[in-house]
């Protein structure tokens, strides 16, 4: 795959998976004082968003998009999202589940992608998982949303804070069995 690549455009991975965020959030561990039993938020109501996230470890960079729906529409608007990321310079080799909205042939892959499926049933070989953990724990568990428009913002706002801390991406993302080398 990579010996393929026109010259001067240097191959990067990118990791890539989906979260749902919605009005049922999980409820994480919080500190509070001996004796003391904190009050954690809690809503019945449905309304969900999904983020679809990708990473680039070796750069601490990433794309998303936050969609109402898992499907071939959202991951489409995210293949375009992380083509503008990874601009011409560079080749994406984007790994990812298989999800059926990954395989399906109506996924219209932009030239500067190369998809690679993770086998089936092994998200631990997938470090997006450990990026949403992160923004779980970190921004978004024992909140209330009161509509879908909050879902959006507070995804947006949570992933756009965890971009400005590329050595955080990095720290959690990145794998050395999935790194290119230069070395002979």
């Known amino acids: 795959m990579i010996a393929k690549l026109p010259g001067g455009v240097t191959p990067e991975?990118?990791?890539?998976?989906?979260?749902?965020?919605g009005q049922k959030n999980p409820q994480v561990r919080q500190w509070a004082p001996t004796g003391t039993r904190p009050r954690q938020p809690a809503d019945q109501r449905t309304s969900s968003g999904y983020v679809f996230g990708a990473v680039a470890p070796e750069r601490g960079v990433g794309a998303a998009v936050v969609m109402p729906r898992a499907?071939?529409?959202?991951?489409?608007?995210?293949?375009?999202?992380?083509?503008?990321?990874?601009?011409s310079e560079r080749h994406a080799i984007l790994v990812m589940d298989q999800a059926s909205w990954h395989t399906t042939e109506s996924l219209r892959v932009p030239a500067n992608i190369s998809i690679v499926l993770l086998p089936p049933k092994s998200p631990e070989l997938n470090p997006v998982e450990k990026v949403w953990q992160y923004l779980r724990q970190t921004f978004l568990s024992n909140r209330v949303f009161e509509s879908y428009d909050m879902i959006?913002?507070?995804?947006?706002d949570a992933w756009n804070i965890f971009m400005e801390m590329p050595e955080t991406v990095t720290s959690i993302s990145y794998r050395s069995w999935a790194a290119i080398t230069t070395s002979p």
């Open 13 to 21: 991975i990118w990791f890539q998976d989906e979260m749902r965020v």
């Open 71 to 87: 499907n071939t529409r959202g991951m489409q608007e995210h293949l375009a999202e992380i083509s503008r990321q990874v601009g």
């Open 152 to 156: 959006v913002d507070a995804c947006c």
